[in-house]
């Protein structure tokens, strides 16, 4: 028992040291963060056209890099 | 296109043909029955009729076409059936001439469009893709700055209580 309330007494102890950790800021980092990377704008899916009277092979044009 | 009606035999019949095909006449209204040869008594009815001349008038060559396309009605199909002398045809007729011009020009700017259109839809998949790369780099970045700076955080106030214990001590 003695051991036990020793035992729950050094938790409390370090609950409470836990308790006086300053709340990480978030916000400020996540500004800052926003700041350097900003957020990326992904596009809507885009529909495909159907051309059912086109069956002339189409080849993609060369992506330039 | 008067003077072809008095024709009784027809040279280059693949021109009539393919503008047909274009405008959406179907092999039975074209041809001679169950064959592919062109039946040029059903033609000449055809080109009498104003809703032939209608029909070369509202061609849309450009957009989407969604509704269903017999293989004869496809492009591929009407490009092969136009592959001919042109010189020898020039001489022949000149409405047949223009005719074929004209054919040849709706699966010219029917290709373009399409073609544009794709290129179009192919840049924008493309971007997408990009954008969608860079996203997910930018979350696997963020995760990792917040545990960084969470545990720097940590260890800044563990630092600071561990010396301040010393400072009491002493």
New interface residues.
């Given amino acids: 028992m003695a051991k036990k309330a020793a035992e729950l007494g050094e938790d409390a102890e370090e609950e409470e040291?836990d308790d006086?950790?300053?709340e990480?800021?978030l916000e400020e980092?996540m500004t800052e963060?926003n700041t350097t990377?900003p957020?990326?704008?992904?596009?809507?899916?885009?529909k495909?056209?159907?051309?059912?009277?086109?069956?002339?092979p189409?080849t993609?044009?060369v992506?330039q890099e | 296109m008067l003077n072809i009606r008095n024709y009784n035999v027809i040279k280059f019949p693949r021109v009539l043909q393919s503008v047909c095909y274009l405008l959406g006449y179907t092999r039975e209204e074209i041809c001679e029955d169950s064959t592919n040869k062109l039946s040029f008594k059903k033609v000449r009815e055809i080109i009498g009729d104003e809703t032939f001349y209608q029909k070369m008038a509202e061609y849309k060559f450009a957009?989407?076409?969604?509704?269903?396309?017999r293989e004869y009605?496809?492009?591929?199909?009407l490009?092969k059936n136009l592959e001919l002398e042109d010189d020898q045809l020039e001489q022949y007729s000149q409405t047949m001439y223009k005719l074929f011009q004209w054919a040849q020009m709706a699966i010219e700017l029917?290709?373009e469009d399409?073609?544009s259109?794709?290129?179009r839809?192919?840049e924008?998949?493309?971007?997408?893709e990009t954008?969608?790369a860079?996203?997910e780099e930018?979350k696997v970045?963020?995760d990792s700055?917040?545990t960084e700076?969470?545990a720097v955080?940590?260890a800044v106030?563990l630092t600071t209580?561990f010396i301040s214990v010393l400072v009491i001590r002493s």
Avoid: C, W
């Fill in positions: 040291k006086d950790r300053p990480f800021p980092f963060f990377n957020e990326v704008e992904i596009p809507d899916e885009v495909v056209d159907i051309d059912n009277d086109y069956d002339i189409y993609a044009p992506r | 957009g989407p076409k969604n509704s269903e396309f009605e496809k492009m591929a199909f490009k029917r290709s399409v073609t259109r794709r290129d839809h192919e924008l998949k493309q971007a997408r954008a969608t860079q996203a930018r970045k963020l700055a917040l700076a969470q955080s940590v106030f209580d």
